[in-house]
């Protein structure tokens, strides 16, 4: 019988911070993919991605992604959608709105971000009782299988500055929240330029991330601060070498204006800053010199994960 007759909610929706990178090292060999993911170290952001699902008819299995009001192709969705109507045996039409603040493929985690509200509201349709982090599981599922992120998923359900100490999706990898100032702004600024897939399935770029990957987090285990994840952060970009042009003359100019928190997120033609509310203007007029107006954002440290709207 299909599962999907009985119904009682059709709409749902989730909340679902952004996410940056600072450095990674990648582990994706595991034949689960619930068991790949990546070690690392970033943070989710308050810019994010209010995500809207709703089942239109059961009979026929039709998945619709709309992003800021344009439908578009988005394979890491329709993974999750058909992954969820397997596990129970349904067959879905569905209908997945993305409201967000994040551009797409620019490495500021709008595929994680997406991913995670859709299973999260979706699971609350299908499975009201299925717990929070069996739904988070196939947003990672998703992301992996198609190359799109390893550690987005898992850091969005926890939120805040965090490092990645064992990898995997949630429940399975491990993750540490590090304190921070209450009072940081992030300036980010970015565009697309680096292809996630391209990356990761690259063999000279894979050996060079997991080798700087790996020395790098053995340091950071060794001083577990938000200012140490920032220069383990810079270290690493410099380090693997997937900076654009324009990244390096805007660190170096961020960083000689003593707006030293800032390094490459990754993975993006793009940039982060942290600074105090007084530095934001600066840090934007100096971003301003290699982005457009629009390809700069201002936001704050996310301390909440994602989660589903009552």
Same mark, same amino acid.
């Given at each position: 019988?299909?599962?999907?007759?009985?119904?009682?909610?059709?709409?749902?929706?989730?909340?679902?911070?952004?996410?940056?990178?600072?450095?990674?090292?990648?582990?994706?060999?595991? #034949?689960?993919?619930?068991?790949? =993911?990546?070690? @690392? +170290? %970033?943070?989710?952001? !308050? &810019?994010?991605? *209010?995500? /809207?699902?709703?089942?239109?008819?059961?009979?026929?299995?039709?998945?619709?992604?709309?992003?800021?009001?344009?439908?578009?192709?988005?394979?890491?969705?329709?993974?999750?959608?058909?992954?969820?109507?397997?596990?129970?045996?349904?067959?879905?039409?569905?209908?997945?709105?993305?409201?967000?603040?994040? #551009?797409?493929?620019?490495?500021? =985690?709008?595929? @994680? +971000? %997406?991913?995670?509200? !859709? &299973?999260?509201? *979706?699971? /609350?349709?299908?499975?009201?009782?299925?717990?929070?982090?069996?739904?988070?599981?196939?947003?990672?599922?998703?992301?992996?299988?198609?190359?799109?992120?390893?550690?987005?998923?898992?850091?969005?359900?926890?939120?805040?500055?965090?490092?990645?100490?064992?990898?995997?999706?949630?429940?399975?990898?491990?993750?540490?929240?590090?304190?921070?100032?209450?009072?940081?702004?992030?300036?980010?600024?970015?565009?697309?330029? *680096?292809? /996630?897939?391209?990356?990761?399935?690259?063999?000279?770029?894979?050996?060079?991330?997991?080798?700087?990957?790996?020395?790098?987090?053995?340091?950071?285990?060794?001083?577990?601060?938000?200012?140490?994840?920032?220069?383990?952060?810079?270290?690493?970009?410099?380090?693997?070498?997937?900076?654009?042009?324009?990244?390096?003359?805007?660190?170096?100019?961020?960083?000689?204006?003593?707006?030293?928190?800032?390094?490459?997120?990754?993975?993006?033609?793009?940039?982060?800053?942290?600074?105090?509310?007084?530095?934001?203007?600066?840090?934007?007029?100096?971003?301003?010199?290699?982005?457009?107006?629009?390809?700069?954002?201002?936001?704050?440290?996310?301390?909440?994960?994602?989660?589903?709207?009552?």
């Amino acid at each position: 019988m299909n599962g999907a007759l009985t119904l009682e909610l059709r709409t749902a929706r989730a909340y679902v911070p952004g996410h940056v990178t600072g450095l990674f090292r990648i582990y994706d060999t595991h #034949p689960d993919p619930l068991h790949r =993911g990546s070690r @690392g +170290a %970033g943070f989710s952001i !308050t &810019a994010g991605t *209010l995500t /809207t699902v709703t089942v239109t008819d059961e009979q026929n299995s039709v998945i619709t992604t709309t992003y800021n009001g344009e439908i578009i192709e988005a394979v890491v969705t329709e993974t999750v959608v058909a992954k969820l109507s397997e596990a129970y045996n349904m067959t879905l039409s569905v209908e997945v709105t993305h409201q967000s603040d994040l #551009p797409i493929g620019v490495g500021f =985690g709008a595929s @994680g +971000a %997406g991913a995670l509200g !859709t &299973a999260l509201s *979706l699971a /609350t349709i299908v499975d009201p009782n299925l717990d929070y982090t069996s739904a988070a599981q196939y947003a990672h599922h998703a992301e992996v299988v198609n190359h799109a992120g390893l550690g987005d998923v898992i850091a969005q359900t926890v939120g805040g500055l965090e490092v990645r100490t064992k990898a995997g999706a949630p429940g399975l990898g491990e993750v540490i929240r590090i304190s921070h100032p209450d009072d940081l702004i992030v300036v980010l600024a970015g565009s697309t330029g *680096l292809n /996630t897939k391209d990356v990761l399935t690259d063999p000279k770029w894979r050996e060079a991330i997991n080798l700087a990957g790996e020395d790098l987090l053995d340091d950071l285990a060794k001083q577990l601060s938000f200012e140490h994840i920032c220069e383990v952060s810079k270290l690493f970009a410099a380090t693997i070498d997937l900076e654009t042009p324009r990244i390096i003359p805007a660190l170096a100019t961020l960083h000689k204006n003593n707006l030293a928190l800032s390094s490459q997120v990754m993975l993006g033609d793009s940039v982060f800053c942290i600074c105090k509310q007084s530095n934001v203007e600066h840090a934007k007029s100096i971003l301003r010199e290699y982005w457009d107006e629009d390809e700069i954002m201002e936001t704050t440290i996310s301390s909440a994960g994602g989660q589903v709207l009552q």
